[in-house]
């Protein structure tokens, strides 16, 4: 029930091409759905979120969908650079002051 | 410049010894974290306080200890009693109202068994 599923585990995407890594959840009280991104000997930081309100948020070439009757919210990069190579996270919370789920985790390399 | 500072960035620690992580924040943070990440395992919380002299159990608190006598102070103590203790910790505090969302992490401490 508390667990946030994460795939895929690696990703290697092209230059320019679209990176999707997708993440799927059980328990339908969670209400806030957050990206981290971690670069290598780093901690993570907050990229993008979404409440389950919406069913698209956009920043810049990040885009997190989010599917509420499947139970599923991806992250899209558009036009990947090599930059974004890194670890991403997905998490997910209910309301109240309870920790993040975390999934666990996907790398990304792009490769030019 | 705020932020979260974590001491030391290496740590080695021999058979049956105890060692503390440090973490500090000038965020003025009420709630702050503590996870550890191994390769292919995510982010699993160890401990965390929302306030200060006040402490929950994570997913995986066997081993640890930790205390929280100021606001801005977060140590964590690994104990002989924690068998496989190589990993990178990340301490974290996240932003006061009614709900923790953002956190911030600090930039980790890898321990590693002699």
């Known amino acids: 029930q508390q667990q946030v599923k994460q795939s895929p585990q690696s990703l290697i995407v092209q230059k320019g091409g679209i990176s999707i890594i997708n993440c799927a959840y059980e328990n339908t009280a969670f209400d806030y759905f957050p990206w981290y991104q971690q670069f290598p000997g780093k901690g993570p930081a907050l990229l993008i979120a979404?409440?389950?309100?919406?069913s698209e948020k956009k920043e810049g070439r990040f885009t997190i969908s989010f599917n509420k009757s499947a139970k599923q919210f991806s992250l899209h990069i558009m036009d990947s650079q090599p930059g974004d190579s890194a670890t991403y996270f997905c998490a997910a919370s209910l309301a109240g002051n309870t920790p993040l789920v975390f999934g666990k985790g996907t790398r990304l390399s792009v490769i030019a | 410049d705020g932020g979260i500072t974590q001491s030391p960035k290496y740590l080695f620690r021999k058979e049956g010894q105890n060692v503390t992580l440090s973490c500090e924040q000038n965020?003025?943070?009420?709630?702050m974290y503590w996870y550890r990440q191994d390769p292919g395992q995510g982010l699993r919380l160890i401990y965390y306080s929302q306030i200060v002299n006040d402490f929950q159990k994570g997913d995986i608190a066997e081993g640890y200890s930790v205390s929280r006598e100021k606001k801005e102070s977060f140590p964590l103590t690994v104990t002989s009693a924690q068998k496989n203790p190589t990993a990178f910790y990340l301490c974290?505090?996240?932003?006061?109202?009614?709900?923790?969302?953002?956190?911030?992490f600090g930039s980790g401490t890898q321990l590693s068994v002699l």
């Open positions: 979404i409440r389950p309100d919406v």
């Open positions: 974290a505090s996240s932003t006061p109202g009614p709900r923790n969302e953002k956190l911030f």
């Open positions: 965020l003025n943070h009420d709630a």
